[in-house]
């Protein structure tokens, strides 16, 4: 009883796994088709970007030219940048020009995120402090205090060492907990600032739920909001991280999937799921898809310019793509022994056939010697010369009957070849005909004509001999049609609209199989020029999945 609960046990932990391993083989396909369909999600948003430009040209107002420079900078900020930069600098300058201190903060944390995305952390440091914030709006507030504490935490990443990465998150979640008070609970924004101080506080599982809960916050239209496109795919990645933390390997390649075809579709290029999701699937051995990642990883890294990103990813690329190369190169090790014991099992396998019939020729040879000697002592040589003389008879039969058969064979194909060269002569009388009836109407000589019209048509006549032709040629060699087309790829194959006629071009072909092999002599009973039957021979060749040398042996064979 108590093994039956055991392998109960192991059978829905089996099924479970499987499960499991199918999800995520599911999310990783759908990660694979999204990328493919990159460059589409690109086109769309240079769209965007051209609308933008184009009202940014006509924007006369200061304020509205800011506001669709601010605009073009949340649309390049994770795109691309260098044009995230020129647009986050333009928008500062005229802040300054329209003495607009909230956009002056707005601003000023758009040249710091430009900053950060590329690595540049002394000079972020440098902007965010003189930036002031004092008697600013909220919402600006709320931009301010999650800068800081972006910058703390990206430099705690990047610096991951004691005691200066501890130091960094205390610092960030400070700026945190001030940024709590400027937010409205149980919002976006709040869950996500919230989730990320847990996550760098290492409290991994709250993180999670608090990441959960942002995700399942809607609009009032039942849709999320367009804010949290970017949001989402950043929870979604630090969702798989935590799990990732926890041990939970197929539930954390879920949820980077799913980042990643977030960041695709809204054609994020500074990110960093897809080079997570590399950097795991190499460990766990799918070194295919590793590559794919970590190389569309880095063309996102190339197209921003982040440099950190290319050098982070520039790390474990060769690593991949040198374990690919000795994946393959064990894959063609192992072939190659494969091979080599097939070699040798087939070696050994026919030595030991020799072996076997030269034992088995020799004990024929011995039970001949000794039914003969019985054979011997039990008849007189009357009756063995009587034997010799009915086994000479048989003999004779069986000659007699492979001489048959051997002449029947010559019959058949000069029969076939006289057959089909008569109906060539008769339908050239018909041409001599047919130009006689031209030359008498040339001459006015319509009476003669008239009788001559009555003999025969010529290409009724061609037709016929033709279907005769195919006909008893299919009689004598009824596979031709089906071994003809196993010489062509499918698609390439074609078949006779009757099952017992051939195409023209296995008509060619038919005839070089009954020993016509001149060019001239087919041409004849065709009704085809030499360079019309040449033409078909190298076509057919070229067209087959055999060398052009050794077609016309193959029908030979057939």
């Not at 909220?138 to 990443?157: K, P, T, V």
């Not at 299919?474 to 074609?494: G, T």
């Not at 009973?525 to 060398?547: A, C, G």
């Amino acid at each position: 009883m108590m093994v039956l609960r055991i392998l109960c046990l192991l059978l829905a932990f089996a099924a479970t796994v499987s499960v499991r391993s199918a999800d995520v083989e599911r999310d990783l396909a759908r990660l694979d088709s999204c990328i493919q369909m990159k460059a589409q999600f690109d086109k769309q948003k240079e769209d965007r970007l051209q609308v933008l430009k184009d009202n940014l040209k006509s924007a006369t107002d200061g304020n509205a030219r800011y506001s669709v420079l601010y605009r073009l900078f949340t649309e390049y900020e994770s795109y691309n940048f260098d044009s995230a930069y020129h647009y986050a600098r333009q928008a500062a300058d005229l802040s300054v020009t329209l003495k607009n201190r909230d956009f002056q903060v707005e601003a000023g944390c758009a040249i710091v995120f430009c900053y950060l995305s590329a690595g540049l952390y002394k000079e972020a440091f440098d902007v965010m402090g003189v930036i002031d914030h004092d008697g600013v709006g909220e919402e600006y507030q709320q931009q301010y205090y999650m800068m800081w504490s972006r910058l703390y935490y990206d430099l705690a990443n990047y610096n991951n060492s004691q005691p200066y990465e501890e130091e960094y998150v205390k610092k960030g979640n400070l700026y945190v907990d001030t940024l709590l008070q400027y937010v409205p609970e149980n919002t976006v924004y709040w869950y996500y600032a919230l989730a990320q101080r847990q996550m760098k506080s290492h409290d991994f599982a709250g993180s999670t739920d608090t990441f959960k809960k942002m995700l399942a916050l809607k609009g009032g239209d039942g849709k999320y909001h367009s804010t949290q496109a970017h949001l989402q795919a950043i929870a979604y990645s630090c969702i798989g991280w935590n799990l990732w933390i926890e041990g939970k390997e197929d539930e954390a390649i879920s949820n980077l999937a799913e980042s990643a075809i977030w960041d695709t579709r809204t054609s994020t290029k500074e990110n960093t799921s897809t080079c997570s999701l590399a950097n795991i699937l190499y460990k766990r051995g799918d070194i295919k898809r590793a590559v794919s990642y970590a190389q569309s990883s880095m063309e996102d890294a190339n197209f921003y310019g982040a440099r950190h990103r290319k050098i982070q990813i520039g790390e474990i690329l060769p690593i991949i793509e040198q374990d690919r190369y000795d994946l393959m190169e064990r894959q063609r090790n192992l072939f190659i022994l494969v091979i080599a014991i097939a070699l040798l099992f087939i070696i050994g396998l026919l030595t030991a056939t020799v072996i076997i019939r030269r034992q088995v020729r020799k004990l024929h040879k011995a039970q001949k010697t000794i039914d003969e000697r019985n054979h011997a002592l039990e008849r007189t040589n009357q009756s063995l010369m009587e034997a010799q003389h009915t086994i000479s008879e048989h003999n004779m039969a069986l000659q007699k009957a492979n001489d048959r058969l051997e002449e029947a064979n010559k019959i058949k194909t000069v029969y076939i070849g006289k057959s089909f060269y008569s109906n060539a002569e008769y339908i050239n009388k018909v041409e001599k005909l047919y130009k006689l009836i031209d030359r008498k109407i040339t001459a006015r000589q319509y009476e003669d004509l008239r009788s001559s019209l009555k003999e025969s048509t010529l290409m009724a006549e061609r037709k016929n001999m033709c279907a005769d032709f195919d006909e008893t040629f299919l009689k004598l060699f009824p596979d031709f049609v089906e071994k003809f087309n196993q010489l062509f790829e499918e698609k390439n194959r074609r078949y006779p609209e009757d099952m017992n006629s051939l195409t023209s071009e296995m008509r060619i072909f038919a005839l070089i199989r009954l020993g016509v092999n001149d060019s001239e002599r087919i041409a004849n009973f065709l009704d085809y020029s030499v360079h019309t039957v040449n033409t078909y021979k190298t076509r057919i060749k070229n067209r087959s999945i055999v060398d052009n040398d050794a077609f016309e042996q193959l029908i030979m064979d057939i």
